[in-house]
């Protein structure tokens, strides 16, 4: 995979750069400013740009905006220090597909990236995914183990859901926050604590085996 990062802080480009290719596998170009960004968004084939907000010569923005205007379609991923939900609408309506603030671990910035890749590249997703004897029907929204359903509430579903799709991967608090409640919540850390538990519950009361892992210092982690 081919990431373009466009940082001008040239002590957090250099690792974000270290940390993609040798954790991620992907490969980087890094740039550090706006118009050299443009420049090499236009002029080459990225799966996601990474752009931070505030750059000189043109910020992020400014070039989110041009790119869609163009009808760019790949994905891109808004990096700033801004974390008032008025500025986090304001990168979303620009055109970003995502948005992750500072200071950020590592680990969610790999996490936000694979997710924006999966959705470019990913076909339609089934409409029922097993796993060991479960079955999730998405159409109904509905966790069957050997026919027999167990309830999920709606949380549960599309925690579960996106742990699914996340296989193996450790999912931070705040990815999780974004995806299932969605960017701007007011809900806390504490209610994803809650949800993760009470489907680990239902999971371990019928299967009894642990499938979602706590990952120490990240998040959650689902095995199936």
């Not at 550090?32 to 923005?61: C, F, Q």
């Not at 760019?72 to 700033?80: D, F, N």
């Not at 924006?116 to 097993?130: M, S, Y």
Request: charge should be neutral; charged fraction near 30%.
């Amino acid at each position: 995979m081919n990431i373009l990062l466009a940082e001008d802080d040239k002590k957090l480009g250099k690792l974000m750069k270290y940390v993609l290719e040798k954790k991620g596998d992907y490969h980087v170009d890094w740039v550090d400013n706006g118009e050299d960004a443009h420049h090499y968004a236009v002029g080459s084939t990225y799966d996601v740009l990474v752009l931070d907000w505030m750059m000189p010569r043109k910020d992020g923005i400014d070039v989110c905006k041009s790119l869609r205007a163009a009808h760019y379609r790949q994905a891109i991923l808004l990096l700033t220090a801004k974390d008032a939900l008025q500025d986090k609408i304001l990168g979303l309506d620009a055109g970003a597909d995502d948005y992750l603030t500072k200071p950020f671990e590592m680990d969610e910035l790999l996490a936000r990236l694979r997710s924006l890749t999966r959705r470019n590249f990913a076909p339609i997703q089934a409409e029922a995914v097993t796993f060991g004897p479960f079955m999730l029907k998405r159409s109904s929204r509905q966790l069957f183990r050997r026919g027999e359903e167990i309830f999920l509430s709606q949380r549960e579903y599309q925690l579960l859901d996106l742990f699914l799709q996340n296989l193996g991967h450790a999912l931070t608090r705040d990815v999780i926050l974004d995806r299932v409640w969605g960017v701007g919540s007011e809900v806390s850390n504490k209610n994803v604590d809650v949800t993760v538990k009470m489907l680990r519950d239902k999971l371990e009361a019928v299967q009894g085996e642990t499938m979602i892992q706590s990952v120490r210092g990240v998040g959650y982690r689902f095995e199936a």
